[in-house]
């Protein structure tokens, strides 16, 4: 690599050449000998090719067609890494259970996630993720705007484990980096209904300033707020933006429950 101009990706993404790094990510995602995994951004392999000896198959996705062929090239001598040359918006997702391990674009760290922990969610076990650190931060406010990020923490465990150097990339990125877990967890919620809860966290959250009583005063009876407030230890006087991704969750079950689905958030 040295002896080579240093790559500027379009994507934003900078290659993982830290061994240490690399393996405490493959540590990190908890893998098993049955497990397939996607690298999303493979770049040049440095991690692909640590991961072989962890898991059944690895689904290697780059866009960049000189990357392409060099993945195609030097693991030629395996079937157990598919190699996908797309954009990751653009890739087909496997409709049976993976896990990610990868240090992706962070030009379109959202879209990843919501293809993950969203529109995937039947599928997607978890992993670890090198990310930027500033929106890896911003999975973890005590206020809490974005309705997409209280699914995130409803359906999964989400740890920021550390702060990654720039020097564990090639080239160093101008920001901060972070190392991430994402592990499945247990919820109440069918995956069916993810849109219905999306829908009512974010009817909720147009209006972020309001007090909890005052907001769920728009979908609730105030007999009904009060055993909400006394079940599940929520603070009516704080603002809605308060609220936990396990009291969301709680409050949503609670509406499936006395709500007539004719008043229910659409």
């Known amino acids: 690599m040295t002896k080579n101009k240093i790559p500027v990706r379009y994507s ?16 990190q995602a908890n893998l098993t000998q049955q497990d397939t995994v996607l690298d ?6 440095f991690l692909t090719v640590h991961l072989l000896d962890s898991v059944k198959k690895i689904i290697a996705v780059e866009k960049d067609i000189t990357l392409i062929k ?40 959202s879209e990843i996630f919501k293809i993950l922990m969203f529109d995937n969610i039947d599928n997607f076990l978890g992993g670890s993720i090198v990310l930027q ?38 080239p160093p990125p101008t920001v901060k980096s972070a190392l991430l ?20 966290i974010s009817f909720f959250l147009r209006k972020p300033d309001l007090l909890v009583n005052t907001a769920l005063k728009s979908l609730f009876r105030k007999n009904q707020i009060r055993i909400i407030s006394q079940k599940f230890g929520i603070n009516l006087n704080a603002q809605i933006v308060c609220l936990t ?11 499936l429950e006395v709500v007539p689905e004719k008043f229910h958030p659409s």
């Open 133 to 170: 650190f500033e929106p890896a931060q911003k999975l973890f406010s005590n206020r809490i705007h974005n309705p997409i990020t209280v699914l995130y923490h409803t359906f999964f465990d989400i740890k920021l484990l550390y702060e990654v150097k720039p020097e564990s990339f090639l």
């Open 70 to 109: 060099y993945l195609c090239k030097r693991f030629s001598n395996t079937q157990r890494v598919q190699i996908v040359g797309c954009d990751f918006r653009k890739f087909t997702i496997p409709k049976y259970p993976f896990k990610v391990v990868s240090n992706i674009p962070y030009r379109i760290t």
């Open 245 to 255: 991704p396990n009291q969301w969750e709680k409050c949503f079950l609670e509406m």
């Open 181 to 200: 877990k994402i592990e499945r967890k247990q919820s109440s919620l069918e995956y069916g209904l993810k849109g219905k809860y999306l829908t009512f």
């Open 40 to 45: 999303i951004g493979a770049g040049k392999g």
């Open 12 to 27: 934003g993404q900078h290659f993982t050449i830290d061994k240490v790094l690399i393996k405490d990510a493959i540590k």
